[in-house]
């Protein structure tokens, strides 16, 4: 009974995390104002590059790193919280993320 036990536990937990990574393309969004412009012709790299490459690709790599911090031992839940939120409103306040 045991070993169905921990199989059953282990399923759970990898649909859980399968959720969770579906959701990070809705939630998580992160908009980057750029427009490259020459002459007549301006892209937006957000719609026309980014989003071109991989829908949503901007929050899926901000999730990696944020696992990729979070396997690291020096770094802590609060800390990361505190990395994205500081890195957040600076990159706000220089104009390289839109609101």
Same mark, same amino acid.
């Given at each position: 009974?045991?070993?169905?036990?921990?199989?059953?536990?282990?399923?759970?937990?990898?649909?859980?995390?399968?959720?969770?990574? *579906? %959701? &990070?393309?809705?939630?998580?969004?992160?908009?980057?104002?750029? !427009?490259?412009?020459?002459?007549? $012709?301006? #892209?937006? /790299?957000?719609?026309?590059?980014?989003?071109?490459?991989?829908?949503?690709?901007?929050?899926?790599?901000?999730? *990696? %790193? &944020?696992?990729?911090?979070?396997?690291?031992?020096?770094?802590? !839940?609060?800390?990361?919280?505190? $990395?994205? #939120?500081? /890195?957040?409103?600076?990159?706000?306040?220089?104009?390289?993320?839109?609101?």
């Amino acid at each position: 009974m045991g070993d169905k036990l921990t199989a059953f536990t282990e399923a759970a937990s990898v649909l859980g995390l399968t959720v969770v990574g *579906a %959701l &990070i393309a809705s939630v998580v969004k992160i908009n980057v104002p750029f !427009v490259f412009q020459m002459g007549e $012709v301006s #892209l937006n /790299i957000q719609s026309d590059v980014l989003d071109a490459i991989m829908p949503a690709l901007l929050p899926a790599v901000f999730a *990696a %790193l &944020i696992y990729w911090l979070l396997g690291k031992k020096w770094m802590s !839940v609060t800390r990361v919280i505190l $990395v994205v #939120l500081v /890195i957040s409103i600076a990159a706000a306040g220089f104009g390289i993320l839109a609101p």
